[in-house]
């Protein structure tokens, strides 16, 4: 098939690689963009899938906590200094508040109900929109609920470019519950635990550490046992348990969290437009640069 020039530059977003190792490994790879990513790290020229790491629209998250419910949402506007006015900051506390009391399933139904003032969710975006003057969007929300037991972490980074909210059962001690969600607003995990990695998430990497190290010219009878190590870290890399704290290196994250015999049960981390772009011009300029040549 043919390779666009668009999806050479999804790649490089994911990887990091340059151009035209992105472009060849497309070619290659016959446009399948996992199985390019796949190709790139088996060379060696890209360390890792960094999807959805592109950090591009403006915006807030924000948390509130309200007894044992809380929500997480949220909401983009298109700059920066508009993320800091004081009307749109109103409005995202206004629509945490919503959320939290009509607990609505999807931002479709969110946007379709009445808040206090009478007036639909939406409605009162579009007045807010008329006042600021910016697209404003409210482009997700997480609401949960603990039991009298347990416990909520709230954290909120760089005055809410990133929020984490964690939930941990077993202790009602929020600074623990804290300490956890600031350890995720850092490193990022995709679960808590290994067993919510999908087995062909994990047969994937396989693969991809064993044509790694045959790559590396690795006798193939020791292939195997390297594998098994590097999953190790792969494990380290997306499941929250198995990362070291980053309050105390030498102790892991499951470790701290049973010293206060607790369990993660959930973890919500949202971070503004991450998976959203909203500028092409220094690729197109790039891309010119390459047929220049």
Known sequence: MAITAQMVKELREKTGAGMMDCKKALTETDGDMDKAIDYLREKGIAKAAKKADRIAA???TYILTEGNDAVILEVNSETDFVAKNEGFTTLVSELAKHLL??????????????MDNGVKVSEHINSAIAKIGEKLTLRRFTVVTKGDNDAFGAYKHLGGRISVLTLLEGTTDE?????????????????????????????????VLKQQALNEGKPEAIVEKMVVGRLGKFYEEICLLDQSFVKNPDQKVGQFVK???????????????????????????????????
């Open 58 to 60: 403006e915006g807030i």
């Open 101 to 114: 009391k009509n607990k609505p399933a999807t931002v479709e139904e969110a946007t379709e109900q009445t």
């Open 175 to 207: 600074s623990v519950a804290k300490d956890v969600a600031m350890h995720i607003a850092a490193l990022n995990p995709k679960y808590v635990s290994r067993d919510q990695v999908s087995q062909d998430e994990v047969e994937r990497e396989k693969e």
């Open 259 to 293: 010293s206060h015999n607790a369990t993660v049960k959930s973890f919500v981390r949202y971070e503004v437009g991450e998976g959203l772009e909203k500028r092409q011009e220094n690729f197109a300029e790039e891309v010119m640069s390459q047929v220049k040549k």
